[in-house]
Nanobody, 130 residues
Framework: QVQLVESGGGSVQAGDSLRLSCVGS????????MGWFRQAPGKEREFVAA????????DYVESVKGRFTISRDNAKNTVYLQMNSLKPEDTAVYYC???????????????????????WGQGTQVTVSS
């Protein structure tokens, strides 16, 4: 069983930066694809970014491209989401997800790439004020 714990959320002003971290336990994440999703009040959960187990494939929703960067450190069992130039519309609860192809729910990103995620964190709140 994999447990994912997010941290790094907070309340910031528009234009500020935050770095979210997601630490995994229970199993090494080095063979897992990892992703970040977000859910704003009254809206459905939205794909934000994903990274393959090797880091060779990275995928972003268009609205965060050029501002957010997903990365991973397999030695630390951790995935990051660096968020720069934050906007009020980035306000949401951010969730970390992990998975391997044979286990989990298949999710197709806006770019048409299919990712599989079977494990989810509890989320961390990001609030951006104007």
């Amino acid at each position: 069983q994999v447990q994912l714990v997010e941290s790094g959320g907070g309340s910031v002003q528009a234009g500020d930066s935050l770095r979210l971290s997601c630490v995994g336990s229970g199993r090494t994440l080095s063979s897992y694809a990892m992703g970040w999703f977000r859910q704003a009040p009254g809206k459905e959960r939205e794909f934000v970014a994903a990274i393959s187990w090797s880091g060779a494939n990275i995928d972003y929703v268009e609205s965060v491209k050029g501002r957010f960067t997903i990365s991973r450190d397999n030695a630390k069992n951790t995935v990051y989401l660096q968020m720069n130039s934050l906007k009020p519309e980035d306000t949401a609860v951010y969730y970390c997800a992990g998975g391997i192809p044979a286990q989990g729910t298949k999710i197709t990103s806006p770019k048409g790439i299919t990712w599989t995620f079977g494990y989810w964190g509890q989320g961390t709140q990001v609030t951006v004020s104007s």
